[in-house]
């Protein structure tokens, strides 16, 4: 069955420096995939969508990159800062998604940018 | 502009009694919808989705149901509550493969 995998442990890095998460995946050929932010108590919300023939996607600070062979997508966020502090959820779709567009979450990274 | 609603926000509830988590959507027409449920310091994880009015899929067998009696509107139901129903119960909507727009959740507590 499809396995998404996120680094569970938190990642904290000081203001200004890039953030670097990773996303894991396996037993899959995804068409795209999804990074999603959260904060506690909220709702997630959506970020950035790459698709399988993009290599690199870029918005504002946020850069995602979607590596097929590796089975591997990396958020990169430059120059962080405390606000920047959430869980962020990497998403793919399920298999037999076709048009219902749905998603299978990982368990996300906890990010926190020390001031 | 799209937004979504979910009640109530917070609910204690005994086991063994009824449930009924609502779900709405404003300003687009024929969503996919979904609810998900994320038990504490836990993923996200999918429980039902709609294509269409009276369509449902279950990802999960489970203790509940969910039904779609309108286009924008989404029921999570269960008629016997149990203590691992407890969790942050999400619903979403989207068009065919975007991305997904999430309520403001609602948090359920069963003791």
């Known amino acids: 069955s499809q396995k998404i995998e996120q680094n569970s442990e938190a990642l904290n890095i000081q203001e200004g420096k890039t953030a670097t998460l990773t996303c894991n995946y396996t037993?899959?050929?995804?068409?795209?995939l999804q990074w999603y932010r959260q904060d506690p108590g909220r709702g997630p919300v959506f970020l950035l969508l790459?698709?399988?023939?993009?290599k690199e996607k870029r918005k504002e600070r946020l850069k995602v990159t979607f590596d097929t062979t590796l089975k591997q997508s990396l958020f990169h966020i430059t120059a962080s800062q405390p606000a920047d502090s959430a869980t962020y959820l990497c998403?793919?779709?399920?298999?037999?998604?076709?048009?219902?567009?749905?998603?299978?979450f990982g368990q996300g990274t906890t990010l926190q940018v020390k001031p | 502009s799209q937004t979504i609603h979910q009640w109530p926000a917070t609910l204690v509830q005994p086991v063994g009694s009824p449930l009924s988590l609502e779900c709405t959507v404003e300003g687009t027409s024929n969503p996919n919808l979904y609810w998900y449920r994320q038990a504490a310091g836990r993923g996200l994880q999918l429980l039902f989705y709609?294509?269409?009015?009276?369509?449902i899929s279950s990802e999960v067998p489970q203790n509940l149901s969910a039904s779609r009696p309108q286009d924008r509107q989404f029921i999570l139901s269960s008629k016997k509550l149990l203590l691992s129903d407890s969790g942050f119960y999400l619903c979403?909507?989207?068009?065919?493969?975007?991305?997904?727009?999430f309520g403001p959740g609602t948090r359920l507590t069963v003791l």
């Open positions: 709609s294509v269409g009015i009276g369509q």
């Open positions: 790459i698709r399988e023939n993009e």
């Open positions: 979403a909507w989207a068009l065919a493969n975007n991305e997904q727009f």
């Open positions: 037993n899959y050929s995804p068409a795209y």
């Open positions: 998403a793919l779709p399920g298999w037999g998604s076709s048009n219902t567009g749905k998603l299978i």
